[in-house]
């Protein structure tokens, strides 16, 4: 092997001891927020309460067992909007609905429920990633035990991207190391992207979002040039207030109601390299990147769990099974 692949491995290995040596609790900042709801809530409330807040997901909390009662997140909407879908003679009934009938709906569409994982916040970090991969699960929440209640307490959730903000932030030495590029490495999909247009509605890129399970559309013109891209949590504003007819409007109306403080999407190369993509996640926003070539065309995507996976698992011999 070369230099090179030499080195690259160097990076990774090093990371990995990284995340061995520190736990979940490790990664959360020195003080912050943590918003959770009632279980109780009506779910046409939680929408409001989210956008209020600049959140696109919180922990559930059942306050007749005082115990966690799993993770809200943008996929419970889009369960809610499939249903709205199937049922439509049933809109009041939906607008009545609470978060603790998340479940019910579920079934009602025959979705399987996500699994709730969480891990305990002093376990390794290694631990939370190569759960968060195995389970398919984007954010973990941390819980812990209440010495003297003896209750569970939800403590904060990790997410992935909270993670690879982590270990670009305290790793430059390593990523410094990773200087393959992202062709080299394959890194992304390239096949069978699920892609829509300026016109598509809001339901139909729900609906693919769904079908491919994934969390973001590249919204693209008639050269297959990048627009924009529309995201899962793009779906929370335009509900908001049980306002089920919009979602037959264009995703271009829907994307032009975004935050003020809308991040962007963010584009790479094929021959970026991947220390240079952990610059980017070092120094902005990025939920996941869109390969672009030289015109802006669309050749891929690199989601953050195609990143994470291949900083966990690449040569490692179980690499295989766990993907
Ligand atoms: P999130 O983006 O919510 O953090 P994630 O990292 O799993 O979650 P997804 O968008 O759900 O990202 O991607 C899952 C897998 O599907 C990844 O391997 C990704 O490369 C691929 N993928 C993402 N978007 C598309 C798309 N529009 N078409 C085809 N494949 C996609």
């Avoid at 909270?162 to 270990?167: A, G, T």
């Avoid at 829509?196 to 339901?203: I, P, Q, R, T, Y």
Wanted: glycine share 4%; net charge negative.
């Amino acid at each position: 092997t070369s230099l090179l692949d030499k080195e690259q491995m160097q990076g990774l290995r090093a990371i990995r001891e990284f995340l061995k040596v520190r736990t979940s609790y490790d990664v959360l900042p020195l003080s912050f927020r943590l918003i959770v709801l009632d279980n109780d809530l009506l779910i046409k409330k939680s929408l409001n309460i989210l956008i209020q807040n600049g959140i696109v997901s919180a922990p559930l909390w059942d306050s007749r067992r005082s115990a966690f009662a799993g993770l809200l997140t943008s996929t419970d909407y889009i369960n809610v909007i499939q249903y709205y879908c199937q049922f439509p003679d049933e809109i009041d009934q939906v607008d009545q609905f609470r978060l603790s009938s998340l479940r019910d709906i579920e079934r009602a569409i025959g979705v399987l429920p996500l699994e709730t994982v969480s891990v305990h916040p002093m376990r390794p970090l290694y631990e939370a990633c190569r759960r968060m991969l195995k389970t398919r699960a984007r954010r973990i929440p941390l819980v812990d035990v209440d010495d003297e209640t003896g209750r569970e307490m939800v403590v904060s959730v990790i997410t992935q991207y909270r993670i690879l903000k982590f270990i670009a932030v305290n790793n430059e030495k390593h990523t410094m190391l990773l200087k393959k590029s992202v062709r080299d490495i394959g890194l992304g999909t390239y096949d069978n992207l699920a892609t829509a247009d300026m016109n598509a509605s809001v339901l139909d890129v729900i609906h693919l979002m769904v079908e491919y399970n994934i969390s973001a559309i590249p919204i693209v013109d008639k050269e297959y040039k990048v627009l924009n891209v529309f995201e899962a949590v793009d779906v929370i504003p335009c509900i908001k207030g049980g306002a089920y007819e919009e979602l037959s409007s264009s995703v271009g109306d829907a994307m032009s109601k975004r935050a003020d403080d809308f991040p962007g999407i963010y584009t790479c190369n094929e021959d970026d390299r991947l220390d240079a993509i952990f610059e980017t996640i070092r120094k902005s926003k990025i939920h996941r990147l869109i390969v672009v070539d030289d015109d802006n065309r669309l050749k891929g995507i690199i989601s953050l769990s195609d990143i994470l996976k291949y900083v966990l698992l690449y040569g490692e011999e179980d690499d295989v099974q766990e993907a």
